[in-house]
C-alpha cells in the first residue's frame, strides 16, 4: 500500500456512537465488501475483478456520506459495479445498513434478497490512497456529491476538484466517462470551474447546472440544503480528447 504520510486526509473518521448492531456490520459485512490491494501492483487492478460476476460497467463514489446514493444506484442498476469510498466510519456502517437492508427508515433494500445484487465495494478510506492502483480508463462514471467546501481561502487545495485529483481521474475514467460534481456552495462550483479551465483536460458538458442530470438521486445532504433554502449546483464533466 502507498504510505499514509503522503496523503493527509482533513476530514472526520469518526462520528457519535456506532449501535452494536451497525458495529457487527462493520467487523462481519465490510470485510467482505472491502477490497483489498495487499500484493497489487500499481496501475493493474481492474475494477470488474473485485466482484463475482462481470459487470458491465464501473461507477466511482467519493464520500459517499450516508451511502443512499451508491446503495440507490446499486440497485437500479444491478450490471454495474460500484467502487465506493468514505472514510467516515459512521457513514460507512449506514451504507452497510442500506445494503443488508437494516437501515432504519425507508430503505430500498429488503435485505440480501433475490433482489439484491452484490455489486458494491466499500473503500472505508481515503480514496486517493488507491488511485494508483487502478487500470487507466477503470471507470465510467465518478460522483462528487457535496464534497467538503474547505472554504477558507488558505484549504483551497483541500477541495477535491484540485488540479492534482483532476489529473488522477483523468487517467482512470475511460474516454467517454462522466465526472459528476454537486455541490450548494457558489464559491466551490466557480472555484472547480476555475480549476478545470485552467487545467483544460475536461470539459464541461452540461449547459444548465441548476438542473439535475437524467436519473438523478439526491443525496441526504442535498435534501436538508433544498430543506434550508440552498440550491443545488449540478457540474458534468467529460474528459477532453488527446490531452
Ligand atoms: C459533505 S460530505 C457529503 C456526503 C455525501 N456525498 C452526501 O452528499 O450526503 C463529504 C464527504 O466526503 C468525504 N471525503 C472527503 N475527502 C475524501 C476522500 N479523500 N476520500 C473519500 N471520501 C472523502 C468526507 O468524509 C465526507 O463524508
Known amino acids: 500500500m502507498l504510505d499514509k504520510k503522503e496523503l493527509?486526509?482533513?476530514?472526520?473518521?469518526?462520528?457519535?456512537t456506532i449501535k452494536t448492531s451497525k458495529q457487527q456490520l462493520i467487523d462481519e459485512l465490510l470485510p467482505k465488501l472491502k477490497p483489498s490491494f495487499e500484493s497489487k501492483e500499481v496501475g493493474k487492478v481492474i475494477c470488474s475483478d473485485f466482484f463475482a460476476f462481470h459487470p458491465k460497467e464501473c461507477w466511482l463514489e467519493i464520500g459517499f456520506g450516508g451511502g443512499e446514493h451508491v446503495a440507490d444506484l446499486a440497485l437500479k442498476y444491478k450490471e454495474v459495479g460500484f467502487f465506493a469510498a468514505e472514510p467516515f466510519i459512521n457513514g460507512v456502517a449506514s451504507l452497510l445498513a442500506h445494503l443488508n437492508g437494516s437501515h432504519e427508515g425507508k430503505t430500498t433494500y429488503t435485505g440480501l434478497d433475490e433482489n439484491r445484487v452484490d455489486n458494491v465495494r466499500i473503500w472505508d478510506d481515503d480514496v486517493r490512497e488507491v488511485f494508483p492502483?487502478?487500470?487507466?480508463?477503470?471507470?465510467?462514471?465518478?460522483?462528487?456529491?457535496y464534497p467538503d467546501p474547505w472554504p477558507k481561502a488558505r484549504h483551497a487545495e483541500r477541495r477535491f476538484t484540485n488540479q492534482i485529483n483532476q489529473r488522477n481521474l483523468y487517467r482512470l475514467m475511460s474516454e467517454e466517462a462522466l465526472f459528476y460534481v454537486a455541490t450548494d456552495v457558489k464559491e466551490y462550483?466557480?472555484?472547480?470551474?476555475?480549476?478545470?479551465?485552467?487545467?483544460?483536460?475536461?470539459?464541461?458538458?452540461?449547459?444548465?447546472?441548476?438542473?439535475?442530470p437524467e436519473d438523478w438521486v439526491p443525496t441526504r445532504y442535498e435534501k436538508k440544503g433544498i430543506l434550508a433554502g440552498r440550491k443545488p449546483i449540478y457540474l458534468v464533466f467529460q474528459k477532453k480528447k488527446h490531452k
Do not use: C, H, M
Open 8 to 16: 493527509r486526509f482533513f476530514g472526520r473518521r469518526k462520528g457519535k
Open 133 to 145: 492502483y487502478f487500470k487507466d480508463g477503470s471507470f465510467q462514471k465518478v460522483f462528487l456529491l
Open 189 to 212: 462550483a466557480e472555484w472547480t470551474l476555475e480549476q478545470v479551465q485552467a487545467l483544460d483536460i475536461f470539459e464541461q458538458v452540461n449547459k444548465d447546472t441548476s438542473v439535475p
